[in-house]
């Protein structure tokens, strides 16, 4: 079985300031991971995903992520946050079940 | 491209109904996944449909079931309905049932039980 640990609940920033969404994944196997994002009363839109090629995964709206399987990490980074960006983001694994393991999830305020 | 519809956005019903929830996937796209999203539990796993068959699902009571049809729509029944049923219902689609597929998701069903 696969399990996701979002460290953060809420992360809060100023406009124009680094984002980082730490996320932390237990697998069996090598996992294909994602990161989504939830704006309010809206599906879930895909930012990401790795499967086993890059470690360094680039994503939309300048978002990228890292997977690092020593941290067993896939943290989720944006050098600049815009106002838009303030949404809920869910860190995702996927194991040879086929099914998705979601994060408790990481709230995203941005500060003008 | 047209995403993955829901249908409908909002359903209310009392508690011992029955609820049946919609979902058209991507064109193209076989497989069909089911989510329960509610407050305080999360995001959760319900139902995979592939191919017309139930592929996998997560810890639910039988009361949660559905079927894939063969236009690869599926459908989210919920019988004898709870308080705790309460929730957004996602439903997803991916192109085939590859492990590596991205699952793209619809905007949900919002079912308020009374």
């Known amino acids: 079985a696969q399990s996701v640990t979002q460290l953060d609940s809420h992360v809060s920033v100023s406009e124009g300031t680094p984002v980082l969404l730490r996320c932390n994944y237990s697998?069996?196997?090598?996992?294909?991971l994602f990161w989504y994002v939830q704006h309010p009363n809206k599906g879930l839109q895909l930012l990401l995903k790795?499967?086993?090629?890059?470690?360094l995964v680039k994503g939309i709206n300048g978002f990228e992520a890292e997977f690092k399987k020593s941290e067993t990490s896939f943290h989720l980074t944006k050098p600049s946050a815009h106002m838009s960006d303030a949404a809920e983001y869910f860190c995702?694994?996927?194991?040879?079940?086929?099914?998705?393991?979601f994060g408790a999830g990481t709230t995203v305020t941005v500060r003008a | 491209e047209a995403g993955v519809t829901q249908s409908p956005t909002h359903l209310i019903k009392t508690r011992g109904q029955q609820a049946t929830l919609r979902c058209s996937p991507i064109s193209g796209h076989t497989s069909v996944y089911w989510y329960q999203q509610a407050l305080g539990l999360g995001l959760q796993f319900l139902l995979w449909?592939?191919?017309?068959?139930?592929?996998n699902r997560g810890n639910f009571p039988p009361r949660f079931s559905g079927r894939q049809f063969p236009n690869y729509s599926s459908e989210l029944n919920v019988n004898a309905l709870e308080l705790e049923d309460s929730a957004l219902y996602l439903c997803?689609?991916?192109?085939?049932?590859?492990?590596?597929?991205?699952?793209?998701f619809g905007p949900g069903t919002r079912l308020t039980v009374l």
């Open positions: 697998s069996s196997y090598s996992p294909s």
């Open positions: 449909y592939d191919e017309g068959e139930e592929r």
């Open positions: 997803a689609s991916s192109p085939t049932r590859s492990f590596t597929d991205t699952q793209y």
């Open positions: 995702v694994v996927r194991g040879r079940d086929y099914k998705l393991s």
């Open positions: 790795y499967t086993s090629a890059a470690t």
